[in-house]
């Protein structure tokens, strides 16, 4: 990197310090909530596009993975007396009752469970290819959540988990969402990377060259797992409860959603596209609620939102076949390049 990029860069991180701070101080509770939303669903998003855009698996599992972070960190940052009020059909297990942990080494280890879960899951399952893969973690995912819904004394079953701690705050979700590019960014720039890339391109290829497909695999889905533990752990601490039904497989769609849009195998694109439509998706609320035009009052149809979205988001696909960024990353030259009106910025595809 040069030394120009090095300064660039170093600017870049002191005005996103200077935002956040001044954003932490003086927005409303709503936007800071949905610049919460945008840097977790960035996290997510990278963690899947790892898994399904850097190494070509075909994955849908991710609902699972977060749910295994989110119940972790919720319930080891329960206060006592929380969990007394939660668990009051079945008191919970006795090691967890009393336990209550700083938010940190919950999240971590809220991630680090969730990369054994990967593991176990991965490690049967990515003998299988496409479809197949895809049925197959669909599956893993919602038997995580039968079983939450099941073990009333650990995760008080299907009532969830109320009055878990907002810990999570605009400082977390971005630095955790710093943190993962910075990972993420690393690790693909990586022989590892390099090996994941070659996988998605050709298995036999890459194979003949001496990559090891399955540890590769594993390897790529227990990273991703552990981001998306880290990711859920944030998601739950920031709405302050969950319960089973929050990690369907709508919540996956979300994130596959992400990565579609903004590139299969970009980590600008994510990024770019994890506030294009955290945000999106709140500005279109209005459709859902009734609209008074003056002449006639138009009644609101719940989902309505959803609609015009999907729509848009087609209209994106048809015109962005590979996304609104391919596989092209963010460089300084192309950026100051497009600045100084030299050269165009890709729309999509490689170069």
């Given amino acids: 990197m040069k030394k120009r ?9 002191i005005l996103l310090i200077g935002f956040i701070y001044y954003a932490d101080k ?5 936007i800071v909530r949905i610049l919460n939303l945008c840097a977790i669903y960035t996290v997510l998003g990278l ?3 790892l898994i399904n855009g850097f190494t070509g698996l075909f994955s849908l599992g991710h609902a699972g993975f977060m749910a295994v972070g989110a119940y972790v960190t919720a319930i080891l940052t329960l206060s006592v007396n929380a969990k007394i009020q939660n668990f009051f059909l ?4 006795a090691p967890l009752s009393n336990v209550v942990w700083p938010f940190f080494p919950s999240l971590l280890l809220g991630g680090v469970l969730t990369a054994m879960v ?3 899951i991965g490690a049967p399952a990515l003998r299988l290819k496409g479809d197949y893969l895809a049925i197959a973690t669909l599956g893993f995912a919602e038997i995580i959540r039968v079983i939450f819904t099941n073990t009333q004394t650990i995760t008080n079953g299907a009532l969830g988990l109320k009055g878990i701690p907002a810990y999570t705050n605009l400082w977390w979700s971005f630095g955790t969402a710093v943190f993962t590019i910075v990972a993420m960014r690393l690790l693909i720039n990586s022989s590892y990377g390099r090996a994941f890339k070659a996988i998605r391109e050709d298995e036999i290829a890459a194979e003949s060259m001496g990559i090891d497909l399955f540890k590769h695999k594993v390897l790529a889905f227990t990273i991703g797992a552990f981001f998306a533990g880290i990711g859920g752990g944030l998601l739950g601490n920031l709405l302050g409860t969950i319960d089973p039904l929050m990690f369907r497989f709508t919540l996956t769609f979300n994130i596959l959603l992400i990565i579609v849009l903004g590139g299969i195998g970009s980590i600008t694109g994510t ?5 294009v439509v955290t945000i999106s998706q709140e500005a279109l609320r209005f459709l859902d ?8 009052v138009i009644p609101g149809v719940a989902g309505m939102r959803m609609v015009v979205f999907s729509i848009l988001l087609m209209l994106v696909v048809l015109f962005y076949r590979h996304g609104l960024m391919g596989t092209n990353e963010f460089s300084w030259d192309k950026f100051l390049n497009f600045i100084s009106f030299k050269k165009p910025l890709l729309k999509g595809g490689k170069e």
Avoid: R
């Avoid at 990029?5 to 991180?13: R, V």
């Avoid at 003086?26 to 709503?30: I, K, L, S």
């Avoid at 609620?289 to 006639?296: A, N, R, V, Y």
């Fill in 289 to 296: 609620q009734s609209m008074d035009l003056g002449f006639i």
């Fill in 118 to 120: 990967g593991f176990l």
């Fill in 271 to 275: 990024v770019i596209s994890a506030f």
């Fill in 26 to 30: 003086n927005f409303d509770a709503y």
């Fill in 90 to 93: 079945k008191p919970i297990a």
């Fill in 47 to 49: 963690s899947m596009n």
């Fill in 5 to 13: 990029d090095y300064f660039l860069t170093s600017i870049s991180l």
